[in-house]
């Protein structure tokens, strides 16, 4: 006999990004590649505004600091303590760079399709190579 269970743990389902189910391996690259571009135009309109909103912050501090340059005498009342704070490495810039690596991730995975579809034979051992004239070639 065996013994009751007195707790079971779950794993949660992990979160799907993107499903196709298409007739063909070809249309369903075709709606995966859609799909990436769509994210990485939403990306690329996040990395802007992340961009504007630095900008503002930067122009805003300046102005702080002229303004704290201009008024050199505090008030007994009131004297304002705050350390300055440590510089914030721009976002936006590192935004861009992960857009940036993602197009290059996406070029080789559709080239990765292309060779997949192919009905070139490729053999055990032999090398991929991708260029950006010629599309993938097998050494």
Do not use: Y
Not at 72 to 97: D, M, N
């Amino acid at each position: 006999m065996s013994e009751p269970v007195t707790a079971v743990t779950t794993c949660p389902a992990p979160a799907v990004a993107f499903v196709s189910a298409e007739e063909s391996s070809q249309a369903a690259s075709a709606c995966l590649i859609q799909h990436i571009r769509q994210t990485l135009q939403k990306a690329q309109e996040i990395t802007q505004v992340v961009s504007e909103a630095e900008s503002i912050a930067e122009d805003a501090q300046k102005f702080c600091e002229a303004i704290q340059a201009q008024h050199t005498v505090q008030s007994k009342k009131l004297a304002l303590t705050g350390k300055p704070s440590a510089p914030v490495p721009p976002l936006a810039a590192s935004l861009t760079r992960e857009i940036q690596s993602s197009v290059v991730w996406t070029q080789s995975l559709l080239q990765v399709c292309n060779v997949a579809e192919s009905s070139a034979p490729i053999e055990k051992g032999s090398q991929l190579q991708f260029t950006q004239s010629s599309g993938p070639s097998v050494q």
